[in-house]
């Protein structure tokens, strides 16, 4: 019996050492690290890996995308809607972001920390194995592609969408899981904001 009494508190005590904080009753304090006000800014995706975060501006009719580095606050890029039209992205972990050339209609890749260009790709976002995924407007595809060589791994046609290059692959609603297995994306319809579609890719 005394082992038994002695066995539940040692078990009550180490629930009690690993519980949350909130469950003991005492308050948590979050230590802020930056904070960026500005009238119209909102959230569109973050960098965990990277620690970036991706925030838009709609600013006298032109949309800005801001790259902001999550540790001291400082933006590592804002585009300009005359140049690089509207897609700033970065990769899985952070190190790189991608840039859509208006003139020649080619994503260019940066290192986030020199800004150097390092070369021309055919995807956008890239998961933990370093694969890319782009959006082909005229056959309403997801292209994978290797991000090292290029080469095209799988594509997937969306089904059930209108086959109209109107339909853009959500700002906020795309992702690879942290396995590089599942990949999470929306559409919508720019012209029809309540038009929108959801997939989990395999």
Known sequence: ??????????????????????????PISLQEIWRREENGMTFERVCKPGRIVKMGLIKDSDIYIYLIDLRTGETIYKTDPQIDGYVLEFNYFGDRYYLLDQITKELKEYDVKTKEFKRIVKGIISSSDSSLVGFNYTSHSLMFRNGNTGVL?????????????LFHVSSTGYEFSIDSRYFLFGLYDPLNSSTSYYYIYD
């Open 1 to 26: 019996m005394k082992r038994a009494f002695l066995f539940l508190v040692t078990v009550a005590m180490l629930l009690i050492d690993t519980s949350p904080l909130w469950t003991q009753g005492e």
């Open 153 to 165: 791994l799988d594509s997937f046609k969306i089904p059930n969408t209108p086959n109209t290059p």
